[in-house]
């Protein structure tokens, strides 16, 4: 089992920054990509940002350039920095890692944290 711990996010006016991180235990001996992953209300999970093991990352068109994602793999800690931000940001952001177990791979997710950006 893997457990991760979010932290991060809450009230931002429009235009700035805030820095989402997540943390994962338990058994990682084998964690392949993490990203972030957002929920806005009436509306799907949609993919944010992703990062490989290797560190190759991808991010949605819309936060290009306004988003970053780092990790720490000695830590199994995923970063989102988000600059710039949108009232269209607002949404329940989770953290997700793929963990390689016996050659199958299963998701995990956190909790879910609030980002609220007024405008």
């Known amino acids: 089992q893997v457990q991760l711990v979010e932290s991060g996010g809450g009230l931002v006016q429009a235009g700035g920054s805030l820095g989402l991180s997540c943390a994962a235990s338990g058994s990682t001996s084998r964690v392949n990509a993490m990203g972030w992953y957002r929920q806005a209300p009436g509306r799907e999970r949609e993919a944010v940002a992703t990062?490989?093991?290797?560190?190759?990352?991808n991010y949605a068109e819309a936060v290009k350039g306004r988003f970053t994602i780092a990790r720490d793999n000695a830590k199994n800690t995923v970063y989102l920095q988000m600059n710039n931000l949108k009232p269209e940001d607002t949404a329940v952001y989770y953290c997700?890692?793929?963990?390689?177990?016996?050659?199958?791979?299963?998701?995990?997710w956190g909790q879910g944290t609030q980002v609220t950006v007024s405008s």
């Open positions: 990062i490989s093991a290797g560190g190759r990352t």
């Open positions: 997700n890692a793929k963990v390689e177990d016996y050659r199958v791979e299963y998701d995990y």
